[in-house]
């Protein structure tokens, strides 16, 4: 009888906090379609346009000239012929695809040393363009294919306990049209979880301006510089918010952006196709009947769709939130800001204060630039949803390239700005670190 009451007390709790989730852009879920559920209160076009979004989100896309005019274009050089095959289940990619090969969800990104550019942030190589693109379609051959292994690193804590990083060696291979330039460097990006977007593009700008201390002229060792980067749209430079360097100012380019280079789809932010001037089978081969692959309407639509989905609602034990104070107290939040208030009163918690930060050169590209984003410089990645998408849908694959496999390898990955917070981790008891791990793992 009393284990009876316990249980049932134990219900109520549970329900008391599930009834906190803030129900508009909140989700208790989790069932592997936690990151697919819609924002309550649309309105019925609203409604009508997520709807659109989402099948254009998850279809793949077929050569031109197609019968299903609807969504043909793909390529002729691509990388994938959906958003969702990079993005599953709206979540994060994977290095490597359960047969063990690279993932295409692992993009290799090609850019000419040290250069800036005022509307792509750097000059991309003359031959490959700024993406190795590992698809081609009929009688178009694709670029190459991406090469990869690692070298092992110790780390060590203080208590003697050790464990091994994977720093990447990258390389690209079976290049078929000629050399990279030698002045070319290549990196790597994961595709990250759709998580908030949104929300994201709802914080004032002047929310996220506040944290920026370039000089650290408070002396705590953390900096924080925003991006400003090329927005197409408008023609300015504008605040930078998503992707690993904050290079892209609103989720419709972002979105733009993603249609052409990474499934060569023309549209009005992008209109030319995914070749340069030296691949000719590229630029002879048949285009879809509309002078662009992707309308307006759709590309809009799509935006739309990642822009109103929930994002989770952090689960709360005694453990998180001990481990959540651990976390302040040794200032991960210093760049992991937990909060914001929206315009409309709204309380998001991202984890971010999407600034720059040097992370130290464990984690520098070689030599790549993206508009003010040094090649040591990486944006603060929001943490919402980092915890539920790594044990609902096995996505383990933590930091830009998906170096770290584990919580703890990410965290001591840091570096740079972020090394007395790594420092005071590694001098915390186990006990304590494993509260910050199992703090992360309820986001
Ligand atoms: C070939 C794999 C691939 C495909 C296909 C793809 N993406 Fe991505 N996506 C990525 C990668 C890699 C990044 C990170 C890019 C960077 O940081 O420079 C990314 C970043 C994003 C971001 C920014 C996320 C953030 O945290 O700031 C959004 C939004 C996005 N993609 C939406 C889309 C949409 C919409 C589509 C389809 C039109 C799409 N993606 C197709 C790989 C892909
Ligand atoms: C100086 C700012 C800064 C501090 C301090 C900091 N981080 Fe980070 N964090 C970042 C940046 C920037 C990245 C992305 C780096 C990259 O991808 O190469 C990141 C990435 C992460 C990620 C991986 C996110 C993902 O989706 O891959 C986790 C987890 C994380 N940080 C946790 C922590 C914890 C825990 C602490 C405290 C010990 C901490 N961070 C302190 C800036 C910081």
């Excluded at 063990?100 to 993009?107: D, G, P, T």
Aim: net charge positive.
């Amino acid at each position: 009888m009393t284990k009876k009451i316990l249980l049932l007390s134990a219900n109520l709790l549970v329900c008391g906090y599930l009834l906190q989730a803030n129900e508009d852009f909140e989700t208790n879920d989790i069932s592997k379609q936690f990151l697919s559920k819609q924002n309550n209160n649309l309105s019925e076009s609203e409604n009508e346009k997520f709807i659109l979004g989402k099948s254009f989100f998850r279809i793949p896309w077929v050569e031109a000239p197609s019968a299903t005019t609807a969504r043909d274009g793909l390529g002729p050089l691509f990388s994938a012929n959906s958003c969702i095959s990079c993005h599953p289940h709206n979540g994060a990619g994977t290095v490597f695809t359960k047969e063990n090969q690279i993932s295409r969800s692992l993009v290799t990104r090609f850019s000419i040393k040290d250069t800036i550019d005022f509307h792509n942030g750097f000059l991309p190589d003359t031959i490959y363009g700024s993406q190795l693109s590992i698809n081609g379609i009929k009688d178009v051959k694709y670029e190459g294919k991406p090469k990869l292994h690692y070298k092992k690193i110790i780390e060590k804590y203080p208590d003697g306990i050790k464990v091994i990083l994977s720093k990447p060696l990258i390389d690209v291979v079976d290049l078929n049209y000629g050399k990279l330039s030698s002045d070319t460097t290549i990196t790597h990006r994961i595709a990250p979880a759709l998580i908030g977007m949104g929300l994201i593009e709802k914080i004032q700008e002047k929310d996220i301006l506040i944290h920026q201390d370039i000089n650290d002229t408070n002396n705590d060792g953390i900096s924080g510089k925003a991006n400003f980067v090329y927005d197409r749209k408008s023609g300015t430079k504008r605040l930078g918010r998503f992707t690993w360097k904050a290079s892209s100012p609103t989720l419709l380019q972002q979105t733009a952006s993603a249609f052409q280079t990474d499934m060569g789809l023309t549209n009005s932010l992008y209109p030319f196709e995914n070749c340069t001037s030296e691949q000719k089978e590229c630029l002879d081969a048949p285009k879809s009947r509309d002078s662009l692959d992707v309308p307006d309407e759709r590309l809009e639509a799509v935006a739309f769709y990642i822009a109103n989905l929930k994002v989770p609602k952090p689960i709360v034990t005694k453990k998180t939130t001990k481990g959540k104070a651990l976390f302040s107290k040794i200032g991960c939040a210093d760049c992991h800001i937990p909060s914001y208030t929206l315009n409309n009163g709204s309380i998001i918690s991202p984890y971010s204060d999407f600034l720059l930060h040097d992370m130290g050169s464990r984690l520098a590209d070689n030599g790549r630039v993206e508009f003010d984003a040094l090649p040591n410089e990486w944006r603060t990645q929001p943490l919402w949803g980092i915890g539920k998408r790594s044990w609902i849908l096995k996505q383990t694959n933590y930091l830009h390239d998906g170096r770290a496999k584990t919580l703890e390898e990410t965290i001591l990955w840091h570096d740079g700005e972020a090394k007395q917070a790594k420092h005071r981790f590694k001098n915390l008891s186990k006990n304590e670190r494993n509260a910050i791990i199992k703090f992360l793992g309820g986001l």
